[in-house]
């Protein structure tokens, strides 16, 4: 015999079956609001909606809600091991919430990053997490003249117009300058990142801040065209056939492990001719010869405050931006050393 004219379960089945009211059957069904019940109610709620087969109807909870539990991560780069720690972090967060994450890798370019936002912003995300932002940024414009809760991630944009939440970059510059000081590093230069990011231009400014702490005089200053390998290696081969230096900070680790191509290339023993820093401290960074020398960046803790901020915005529009600022820490591996004696 055919069951096709079976009726779904609903609701009020599940509620009279758990001996409760249907809008605390709802509480309970709903991830965002079942804290608000005794562990055992909601236990015993649940317990019967899957005896009866019962599944909440998101996208039915999000019409009368005007919710859609739904919130879009926008990442420049998908395969850049940073992005991994921060999206955990988002996710975590965000679940615990009820929310679903819906990430994009819209790439560099500012036109694949504004259609990503405006295909999140049809499906009607309850807000966004950039990571893509740049100093000077129209696609945050975008979400904000759609009005849609923003909070950008890891990277700020110079107009200070919603919350963010970054890593002390200068500091971090700063730190990594004190350690190749400390073992007698004199000839020092820099791999920055591209200037249009806050990452690009406050990491600069660390590395310039980090020399005048130590009584130095400005290093030498190579500008990567993008944070990866590739440019990494060519900028560090300009900078390594223009200034005579024993020692690279790099604005992220994928320029630092650009460097240590451009060093093989030139014949340079690491950390023997060339020490080499990098910045962000990604995953295998420990497993690559030498190991790198990096400024460790929370980027896990970056993603959980991201979220966290995203939620209030969510829960109470207008609020004032917040800037969440975290602190980096030096790890030092075996990409550093004193300086060769001169001979």
């Known amino acids: 015999m055919s069951d096709t004219g079976r009726q779904s379960p609903t609701l009020q089945s599940v509620a009279d079956l758990a001996g409760v009211h ?11 609001t079942s804290h608000m ?10 317990l019967a909606a899957s005896s009866l087969g019962y599944r909440r109807d998101a996208l039915a909870a999000g019409l009368r809600t005007g919710r ?4 879009g991560v926008v990442v420049p780069d998908i395969a850049n091991p940073v992005f991994g ?4 972090g988002i996710e975590s967060a965000l679940s615990e919430q009820g929310h679903s994450v819906l990430v994009a890798n819209a790439g560099q370019e500012e036109d694949g990053q504004a259609a990503i936002v405006e295909e999140f912003i049809g499906r009607r995300v309850d807000g966004l997490i950039l990571a893509t932002a740049r100093r000077d940024d129209p696609v945050l414009s975008l979400c904000l003249a759609a009005g849609v809760p923003t909070v950008l991630v890891n990277r700020l944009e110079q107009g200070g117009r919603v919350s963010a939440v970054v890593s002390d970059d200068r500091a971090g510059m700063r730190m990594a300058v004190a350690h190749l000081v400390g073992l007698g590093h004199r000839r020092i230069g820099h791999l920055a990142g591209p200037q249009h990011l806050s990452t690009g231009l406050l990491r600069r400014e660390g590395f310039g801040q980090g020399l005048a702490e130590a009584g130095l005089p400005p290093g030498p200053v190579e500008v990567a065209s993008a944070y990866t390998r590739e440019a990494g290696e060519q900028a560090a081969a300009a900078l390594l056939r223009r200034a005579d230096l024993t020692a690279i900070v790099a604005a992220n680790d994928l320029l630092a492990l650009g460097a240590y191509r451009a060093a093989q290339a030139l014949g340079l023993r690491r950390p023997g001719d060339l020490s080499i820093v990098g910045h962000n401290d990604m995953p295998l960074v420990d497993m690559v010869e030498p190991p790198l020398t990096t400024v460790r960046i929370r980027h ?6 991201a979220a966290r901020l995203l939620l209030r915005e969510i829960a109470e529009r207008g609020r ?8 980096p820490l030096l790890i030092v591996r075996g990409s550093t050393a004193a300086p060769a004696p001169i001979r």
């Open 22 to 32: 249907r809008s605390t059957a709802s509480r309970a069904l709903n991830p965002a």
């Open 85 to 88: 720690p921060i999206l955990r």
């Open 37 to 46: 019940l005794a562990a055992d109610v909601v236990e015993r709620i649940r």
């Open 320 to 327: 004032a931006p917040s800037l969440v600022v975290t602190e």
């Open 68 to 71: 859609s539990r739904l919130v």
């Open 300 to 305: 896990q803790e970056m993603g959980l405050e």
